[in-house]
């Protein structure tokens, strides 16, 4: 990796170049990670302004937990990935979901930009006053695996879902 990069807040002034993240997403047909990052963009602020308030606890579904999301930039002002960190875990999140979830555009993998997302979440984590941070991802999602314990994860128990995916749980002491 390069380029430097770091976290914004999201905000209308990164459209253009949030549209591109998303289109490249969409066209790979791959799963959306993190979650957020499938909330429909045809509405630019008003999806701004859902991920500001979903960071206050504004409006939050029934069982969720504030969420602040990030994006990660470079100098360009380019997007290169998104994180989503959950301020506290549910039953849901502490099996399968984890405090952290991260995703890099498919044409920036394989550069370092996911070890880089992590470690500067893992500051945000620290920020808010989360000391140890649970990270999961599939079993079969090794890039993952080896940015997790890059970044200081503890292999957990892993989480088997009904449909039988293997979810690998970590702990990262963030104190």
């Given at each position: ?18 549209l591109s993240f998303y289109e490249e997403w ?150």
């Amino acid at each position: 990796m390069e380029k430097s990069v770091y976290l914004v807040s999201p905000t209308v002034e990164l459209e253009e170049e949030y549209l591109s993240f998303y289109e490249e997403w969409k066209e790979s047909g791959e799963d959306m990670i993190p979650w957020v990052i499938e909330k429909d963009p045809a509405d630019f602020e008003e999806m701004v302004r859902d991920l500001h308030n979903q960071a206050k606890g504004i409006d939050l579904k029934k069982g969720w937990v504030p969420d602040s999301t990030f994006w990660l930039v470079d100098d360009t002002r380019r997007v290169i990935g998104a994180v989503n960190i959950r301020h506290g875990l549910t039953e849901f999140l502490l099996n399968g979901g984890g405090h952290i979830g991260y995703g890099i555009r498919p044409s920036e993998r394989r550069k370092g930009y996911a070890t880089k997302l992590l470690a500067l979440s893992l500051e945000k984590t620290k920020d808010l006053g989360i000391q140890n941070v649970l990270v999961v991802c599939d079993e079969g999602n090794t890039g993952s695996l080896r940015t997790i314990v890059k970044n200081g994860g503890i292999p957990e128990k892993d989480y088997i879902e009904e449909d039988g995916n293997v979810v690998k749980r970590f702990w990262i002491h963030n104190g």
